[in-house]
């Protein structure tokens, strides 16, 4: 599911003057805080058209190319918001540097259901049809993307189990080898040969967002929540829920309207951590050691 429709520009000028009109400049731009990968801001042009644009280095374009295409495929559900994307391109007169831009999100005040409605909408993500995201197998995504600045890697499997081994836990565990001992690779070795025994194969393939902490989740302009910043492939619709439960949680509203949708399969709490795993141990390798005593606890946990 390449995307072609999204244009590609030499400067970030061309695409401000194709976009918007030869008459438009960039007024000011303001900084945007909260993402911990990309420079984020706010352009305002002459005619008060606001952007969103998110900046990185020159050769790191395809951070952008792989976000705007998880973000095309959450719109192509149809069933939950995500800004507009405008373009992407590099920008050689500035000094060099590579952009993404998209609608600016102005969230007007919350609807008042707004986590159960978010829950409803997410769970119509999970049931949208999968099969224009991924070819050659059940599981995985037509392109490779990123996890926070690391790339992941979406090879198509027809196995839950084995995709979630062979793309998500292996390949992290794999960069962390620095951290294991021998005992720890025997242990390691063991849970990757027995994952077929805690994790299950889901009743239907979902499309995920990938990444779904509360950063992720953004008050749309129809005062519902929208997704930003995916990192999307087809999988377990468990796995998004579990990685909400990470870093804080959502608020009660949202797991109760969830799991009234039926999507989580029994014993989901006992496979939560296998799933979060993968996040722990893309941070222990994007961040440092102070991920490891967790990454510890949860093979603790399940091998013994
Ligand atoms: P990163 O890729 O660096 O993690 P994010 O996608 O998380 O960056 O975005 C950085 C910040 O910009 C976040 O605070 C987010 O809420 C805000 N943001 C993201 N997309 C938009 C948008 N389209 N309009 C307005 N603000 C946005």
Not at 26 to 49: F, K, Q, W
Not at 96 to 103: C, Q, V, Y
Not at 188 to 214: K, M, R, Y
Request: with cysteine; charged share 20%; proline share 4%.
């Amino acid at each position: 599911m390449p995307i072609l429709s999204l244009p590609i520009f030499p400067s970030l000028d061309s695409a401000i003057a194709s976009i918007f009109g030869n008459n438009n400049r960039i007024l000011h731009t303001s900084p945007v805080a909260g993402g911990d990968i990309n420079e984020a801001c706010r352009l305002e042009l002459t005619d008060g058209t606001r952007v969103f644009m998110k900046a990185n280095r020159k050769d790191n374009l395809s951070f952008f190319t792989a976000e705007a295409a998880g973000l095309e495929a959450v719109s192509r559900t149809g069933v939950i918001g995500t800004p507009e994307l405008l373009c992407y391109g590099t920008d050689e007169d500035r000094g060099g540097f590579s952009f993404l831009l998209m609608e600016w999100i102005q969230g007007e005040r919350r609807i008042s259901n707004y986590w159960e409605t978010f829950a409803h909408q997410l769970a119509a993500m999970h049931r949208a049809p999968t099969q224009n995201f991924v070819s050659g197998g059940t599981y995985g995504f037509d392109q490779n993307n990123y996890i926070g600045a690391r790339p992941q890697t979406n090879t198509a499997n027809d196995s839950w189990v084995a995709f979630f081994r062979d793309c998500r836990l292996e390949p992290q565990f794999r960069s962390a080898e620095h951290y294991w001992g021998n005992g720890d690779l025997k242990r390691i070795g063991w849970l990757l040969d027995h994952l077929g025994d805690f994790l299950v194969e889901p009743e239907n393939p979902s499309l995920l967002h990938g990444d779904l902490w509360s950063g992720n989740v953004i008050e749309g302009n129809d005062g519902r929540a929208w997704l930003i910043d995916p990192a999307v492939y087809v999988g377990h619709a468990e796995a998004d829920i579990a990685m909400t439960e990470l870093f804080g949680g959502f608020p009660q509203g949202f797991y109760s309207a969830y799991r009234e949708t039926g999507l989580l399969q029994p014993d989901y709490e006992g496979r939560r951590d296998l799933y979060n795993l993968y996040q722990l141990l893309n941070h222990l390798n994007l961040f440092g050691r102070s991920y490891l005593s967790s990454v510890r606890r949860i093979l603790d946990k399940y091998v013994k």
